[in-house]
């Protein structure tokens, strides 16, 4: 609450003293030397309410150090099998996606975040989700007031897209009401920052998300394809572009049938139009391992992912990724991760 000479809580204190005095009903000094206390008292209130504002300046004491995506073979590799088509970085930094319908407001953080990152900007929430979906940016900010489409509804679509999902996402916005706080959290947003904020808290926000999607979507391929996948050998050269293609519409296959209790290496050679032998031995080439572990590892990791949404239970999720019997499920999952899917949900909660 700020106080003025004319509001201050002390003003009538002071009134009623004087006007006892004025019947005679105190004597003269004590009226003066607590109207001098009063005076004091309100001068300190006044000076702590100065210092308390500056709490809310919004000034980092943050330390922002600029991220870079060096464009090696690994990384080259993480890109590539988490896009549709090869993706190849024209520079170490990071790309955001910028949407916000305020012109002036967008051109200021464009201005302010250009020098780390490459900025697109957009002002309508559909445009930027068909950029999304087809560059695949690093990071997507964005404003939740939007024209086209709203920044949670836009991010909803993103985070609920098996192509898109592993995006990270920030939301900004006003501060939230009751009925706001849902509708961000049906967002399902990476982070949610109240406006305003300082500039460079948004890029530490910003950089820790990129390096946690980073490490998320290396852990997944080392997870799936095993340890040795992501590493390069001196005398290997770098997978071909036709590989990458090939790896990804087997990934991509498996996927969409997931809950095929019987998807067979038959089925996914088939789709390729190649025959079972043929496609085994490549396969076994670029990543080491049978087919069939990979379509058993896909299904682990999609249990852990369902499970870990907090949006499917226990009871559900086997059917989901193909594995109808619920005590085989249990024991799959405890053999495969170490913990019983009840404990997966419990981590996140």
Request: proline share 3%; glycine share 4%; hydrophobic share 35%.
């Amino acid at each position: 609450m700020k106080y003025s000479i004319t509001t201050s809580p002390l003003v009538p204190v002071i009134m009623a003293i004087t006007l006892i005095y004025q019947l005679n009903f105190i004597p003269l000094f004590i009226v003066g030397g607590f109207s001098i206390y009063c005076i004091y008292f309100y001068i300190i209130l006044i000076q702590k309410e100065k210092n308390l504002s500056k709490g809310y300046t919004h000034k980092s004491i943050s330390k922002y150090t600029p991220i870079q995506i060096i464009a090696n073979q690994e990384e080259t590799k993480i890109d590539s099998l988490f896009c549709k088509k090869s993706h190849k970085r024209k520079s170490v930094k990071p790309t955001v996606l910028l949407a916000d319908s305020n012109i002036d407001f967008r051109s200021y953080l464009e201005t302010r975040l250009s020098d780390h990152f490459i900025v697109k900007s957009f002002g309508n929430g559909l445009e930027a989700l068909t950029y999304i979906k087809e560059e695949y940016p690093d990071i997507v900010v964005c404003d939740t007031m939007l024209h086209g489409m709203y920044g949670n509804e836009l991010s909803s679509r993103l985070k609920t897209s098996c192509e898109t999902s592993i995006i990270p996402i920030i939301l900004y916005g006003s501060y939230l009401n009751g009925r706001q706080r849902n509708t961000r959290e049906t967002s399902l947003a990476d982070v949610f920052i109240n406006t305003p904020f300082h500039i460079e808290d948004l890029k530490i926000e910003m950089n820790v998300l990129i390096k946690n999607s980073r490490f998320l979507r290396k852990s997944f391929l080392q997870k799936v394809f095993g340890e040795q996948f992501l590493k390069i050998e001196e005398e290997e050269d770098t997978l071909s572009e036709k590989n990458y293609i090939f790896i990804n519409l087997v990934k991509d296959f498996i996927l969409k049938n997931i809950d095929q209790e019987n998807l067979t290496i038959d089925e996914v050679a088939s789709e390729l139009c190649m025959s079972r032998t043929t496609f085994f031995n490549k396969w076994k080439s670029l990543t080491g391992e049978a087919p069939k572990y990979f379509i058993y590892r896909i299904r682990m990791e999609k249990a852990r992912e369902l499970l870990e949404s907090g949006r499917y239970s226990v009871n559900v999720v086997p059917e989901m990724i193909g594995l109808r019997n619920l005590k085989n499920f249990r024991h799959k999952y405890k053999e495969y991760f170490g913990i019983t899917p009840s404990e997966s949900i419990m981590k996140k909660q």
